[in-house]
């Protein structure tokens, strides 16, 4: 599978994924590292995503939830208040704990590349917000991932990856996944409100169970909730909107069934190692925005993502998201 190949069919996916009717009404940019959080390889070690919105909050019997969506969309729905969609196109990567070996620890995480598409559509009744996505994308060399750290730590002046040409083989990746979040406060006016959320994921890229909640203080806690939905595809944090600002604090808890990015390729041998079904995360950052512009840094310290303990999910994040 070639480059020019999977450009085609991710080109032919985002195409598909928004409906003909419509706007692009913000766009975010969202960027996870180790770096942020004093690591140099070893697990989740980047990741990199463009999203677009059309947001559904006037007009409501336009509504349409993304073509690329729809064959899963009666899972939330089809009465709301309101409704949005989000379109994000991304790579992520993971590592060995040591980059700096040609030829990787083969009980450890395996160097692992993945270019995807996802298309999402949200759904707001009140205080729940439900969603749907359906992903698809590339695992391997077609990736480009391995020239994307390479370019990164030279940079940063970081440690060599080395180990690349030991990577996962290409793969053609997919994944349906639905969540919901529930608001808790004592009115709409509070300054404190507590943020519960629920997921579920299948497909070759990842399997999984989910739940988890956030505390949260500041202002415009009403608005920004359904935003929230996002941490559970590890796309993107919370933001604030509309001149909101805010804090939080969290934790999630996952059961993981399979992850391809340490199993290895599902329908050939690859490097691989042994998946930890449970995962906790800690989750701490703030929000803020004003005018048209939304900035938010975030830092989550998760458990290893297989059994060796070679490979804890811990990353800092920074989003920049603009109101069009």
């Known amino acids: 599978m070639s480059w020019k190949h999977v450009c085609c069919v991710l080109g032919l996916s985002s195409f598909i994924a928004a409906p003909v009717h419509a706007d692009v009404d913000a766009i975010s940019v969202v960027w996870h590292n180790d770096l942020f959080a004093g690591k140099d390889g070893g697990g989740y070690t980047n990741g990199l995503f463009f999203s677009w919105y059309d947001l559904h909050e006037d007009n409501l019997a336009t509504a349409k939830p993304p073509l690329l969506t729809r064959p899963v969309s009666w899972l939330v729905g089809d009465e709301y208040d309101s409704a949005f969609s989000a379109h994000t196109f991304g790579q992520v990567m993971s590592t060995p704990r040591d980059i700096s070996k040609v030829e990787p620890d083969p009980n450890d995480a395996p160097y692992a590349g993945i270019l995807f598409l996802r298309s999402s559509w949200f759904v707001v009744n009140d205080d729940v917000a439900d969603n749907v996505s359906l992903t698809v994308g590339v695992l391997g060399p077609a990736s480009g991932a391995e020239k994307a750290q390479k370019l990164i730590h030279n940079i940063t002046g970081s440690t060599e990856p080395k180990g690349w040409d030991s990577q996962l083989k290409n793969e053609i990746l997919g994944q349906v996944a639905r969540g919901r979040v529930w608001r808790f406060a004592h009115d709409d006016s509070d300054r404190f409100d507590v943020v519960g959320m629920a997921n579920i994921d299948v497909g070759n890229l990842e399997s999984s169970v989910g739940t988890g909640a956030l505390v949260r203080y500041g202002s415009g806690l009403v608005k920004s909730f359904p935003s929230t939905a996002m941490l559970t595809g590890r796309i993107t944090n919370p933001i604030a909107i509309e001149g909101g600002w805010y804090f939080y604090l969290g934790a999630s808890a996952e059961y993981v069934h399979n992850a391809i990015i340490i199993n290895g390729n599902t329908f050939r041998s690859s490097p691989s190692a042994s ?24 830092y989550a310290d998760g458990s290893s993502l297989d059994k060796l303990a070679t490979s804890r999910q811990t990353f800092g994040a920074v989003t920049l998201a603009w109101r069009l």
């Open 275 to 298: 998946l930890r079904h449970d995962q906790y995360t800690v989750l701490a950052g703030f929000a803020f925005s004003w005018d048209s512009l939304m900035v938010s840094l975030a």
